[in-house]
Nanobody, 126 residues
Framework: QVQLVESGGGLVQAGGSLRLSCAAS????????MGWFRQAPGIERAFVAA????????YYADSVKGRFTISRDNAKNTVYLQMNSLKPEDTAVYYC???????????????????WGQGTQVTVSS
């Protein structure tokens, strides 16, 4: 079992920045992916970014490339999502997720992840 706890959400004006954190505990290891997804009301949960814990390879949705950066701190078992140049359409609940697989297959599919955090609200005002 893996427990994930997100923090760092809030209200920000368009063009601003936020950094989300996700602390992992429990049966963690080195051979897994951690990802960020987001869900706005009435819309399916969508992939934002992911990182391979073993080698740091990163993956991004096209909509956030160049604006968001995912990173990890191995010592703290924590993954971060630095969000810059935020837009109103980035408004959503952001979820951290983990899976015991470190490759790229289905990295953007919510169904491929077995562990989820409780979510943190990000609101971007225009």
């Amino acid at each position: 079992q893996v427990q994930l706890v997100e923090s760092g959400g809030g209200l920000v004006q368009a063009g601003g920045s936020l950094r989300l954190s996700c602390a992992a505990s429990g049966r963690t290891g080195s051979n897994y992916n951690m990802g960020w997804f987001r869900q706005a009301p009435g819309i399916e949960r969508a992939f934002v970014a992911a990182i391979s814990w073993s080698n740091g390879v990163t993956y991004y949705a096209d909509s956030v490339k160049g604006r968001f950066t995912i990173s990890r701190d191995n010592a703290k078992n924590t993954v971060y999502l630095q969000m810059n140049s935020l837009k109103p359409e980035d408004t959503a609940v952001y979820y951290c997720a983990a899976r015991y697989y470190s490759g790229s297959n289905y990295v953007a599919s919510p169904r491929a992840y077995g562990y989820w955090g409780q979510g943190t609200q990000v609101t971007v005002s225009s």
